[in-house]
């Protein structure tokens, strides 16, 4: 009987241990596009950069029903660099030229004009795939964003090849 009981307690420590730790993990808020930039070159994905604000309910759905289980899996780990931009809570961020800028005005650049807004972006700024706007159904949006991913890595992966293939054709 005793051990039963030990084994229930370790049991529930450890569910609350693990549901702790998955409460805590959030989407990374970022201030240097071109670190992210530099980290999406280097693992050879690209940047899932969200706009949100801190007042959105469905930002907050976003974040917790889609980005948090997608960081908690570690399935998107060498996938896609997740990065969020609150817009009414910084001022500035430094963009993928390093250059120092107002988030207003980089709002301005990509044309956000509603939050949650997902864009899907190479180290240089330029979208890869049709950004995701809102969101619904979140059973289903999953696999809106996974497709938005995997086209992203496919065009990545096309411009890799690119080179190497006029290379090819050069030498033959």
Do not use: W
């Not at 706007?133 to 991913?149: C, S």
């Amino acid at each position: 009987m005793l051990s039963r009981t030990i084994i229930t307690l370790t049991t529930l420590m450890l569910a609350l241990l693990l549901h702790t730790a998955a409460a805590a993990v959030s989407v990374a808020t970022t201030s240097d596009l071109r670190a992210d930039a530099r980290l999406a070159l280097q693992k050879h994905v690209p940047v899932l950069l969200v706009f949100t604000a801190s007042d959105c309910g469905y930002c907050d759905l976003l974040e917790s029903d889609i980005l948090r289980p997608m960081l908690i899996s570690g399935d998107y780990d060498n996938k896609v660099i997740i990065r969020k931009i609150v817009i009414d809570e910084q001022d500035s961020v430094h963009d993928f030229n390093g250059k120092t800028i107002s988030t207003s005005a980089l709002v301005k650049h990509y044309g956000i004009y509603v939050t949650p807004t997902m864009l899907f972006l190479d180290a240089h700024g330029k979208e890869l795939s049709e950004r995701i706007l809102g969101i619904n159904t979140p059973e289903m949006f999953g696999g809106r964003v996974d497709a938005a991913i995997a086209e992203s890595l496919a065009r990545l992966h096309d411009r890799a090849q690119r080179p190497a293939a006029k290379l090819a054709q050069q030498t033959n």
